[in-house]
């Protein structure tokens, strides 16, 4: 199998026609609509109908059949497990694994080992999937959840100051303040109203609904920015102010920032969610605590930004397991 369309590596999708598929097999993905609410299939549709492009189905019925296996696990990665949808995610065993323990427990056993085994097979063809890239030559791009610096966050903290218009200072600001000091994603951020927004003298507190129902007590840091934006003449219901919501909230946003940028450096909630996470880490937050701020049930998160974390010195570390820091 020689395909030749490249392989998604984050969330901003690629073209998923494949030259080697047949027409009829090319017009079945393209034609295919899952059983799911639409506001869900807008999110995934171009990464499931990229993905089974590229794993080249030999025909129209085992390309509806991996469709439908697909579009039913970008789903659950988005709206349950709050991950990002890159294949290196998505078609990982460890997550494929999570998915059938997890979302195929209402299926015949027959039937839940043939979809997961599919998955599985799907997987391993888009592992040694080896396009001919666009980008040859370029520098290879920064890790997409590598935390920022303190620097950079005073970067865009500046660069809110300077956008071009009083609604593309508001929303840059409140993308920045809600992501990284609260670590909502980017589309709890877009749906967050103000009556979601609790402020007393003890602090910030957001309540997220939606897939992942909770409570995130704001940094400290972000909470006079965050007190500020709600007031804000521009906010009448939803913090992040726009006349109607987008179908496709990340890549909304994703376009929102690079023109507001122009040209110029941005961020990533990816990457601000990333922050706190990691500054939480370092500052021994509880993990368990952790995954419920986030509103994850798994710990693939705290294990991608390990290697960002520091490690305490010895003394300190001998000092922790033994307990002593905590008498």
């Known amino acids: 199998m020689t395909p030749v369309t490249p392989a998604l590596v984050d969330s901003s999708h690629v073209d998923y026609s494949n030259p080697q598929l047949g027409a009829d097999v090319a017009q079945t993905i393209e034609d295919f609509t899952p059983m799911i609410p639409k506001r869900l299939?807008?999110?995934?549709?171009?990464?499931?109908?990229?993905?089974?492009?590229?794993?080249?189905?030999?025909?129209?019925?085992?390309?509806?059949?991996?469709?439908?296996?697909?579009?039913?696990?970008?789903?659950?990665?988005?709206?349950?497990?709050?991950?990002?949808?890159?294949?290196?995610i998505v078609f990982s065993g460890r997550h494929i694994e999570t998915f059938a323990a997890r979302q195929m427990g209402g299926l015949s056993p027959v039937v839940a080992r043939n979809e997961r085994l599919r998955l599985l097979r799907i997987a391993g063809e888009l592992h040694s999937f080896d396009p001919v890239r666009r980008d040859a030559g370029k520098k290879p791009r920064p890790n997409p959840f590598a935390p920022y610096s303190p620097a950079a966050l005073v970067r865009f903290r500046s660069q809110a100051a300077t956008r071009s218009t009083p609604l593309r200072?508001?929303?840059?600001?409140?993308l920045l303040s809600l992501a990284a000091g609260c670590a909502l994603t980017t589309t709890e951020i877009v749906h967050l109203k103000a009556n979601d927004v609790d402020t007393t003298e003890d602090g910030v507190t957001v309540t997220v609904t939606g897939a992942s129902p909770r409570t995130v007590v704001c940094l400290a840091e972000w909470e006079d920015d965050i007190r500020h934006l709600l007031h804000a003449p521009l906010v009448v219901d939803y913090l992040f102010v726009k006349d109607v919501r987008p179908n496709d909230a990340v890549a909304y946003v994703k376009k929102f920032l690079n023109s507001t940028a122009k040209g110029s450096e941005f961020p990533t909630v990816e990457r601000l969610r990333s922050t706190w996470i990691v500054g939480h880490l370092e500052a021994r937050t509880p993990i368990v605590a952790l995954a419920q701020a986030l509103g994850v049930k798994t710990y693939t998160t705290f294990e991608r930004l390990a290697r960002f974390v520091t490690v305490p010195e010895v003394d300190e570390l001998q000092a922790l397991f033994r307990g002593e820091l905590n008498r």
């Open 41 to 88: 299939w807008d999110v995934v549709a171009t990464f499931t109908r990229s993905a089974v492009a590229d794993f080249a189905p030999a025909n129209c019925a085992e390309a509806s059949k991996a469709l439908t296996v697909v579009s039913r696990l970008a789903v659950w990665t988005t709206e349950t497990a709050c991950l990002p949808l890159e294949r290196n």
């Open 169 to 174: 200072r508001h929303n840059w600001m409140m």
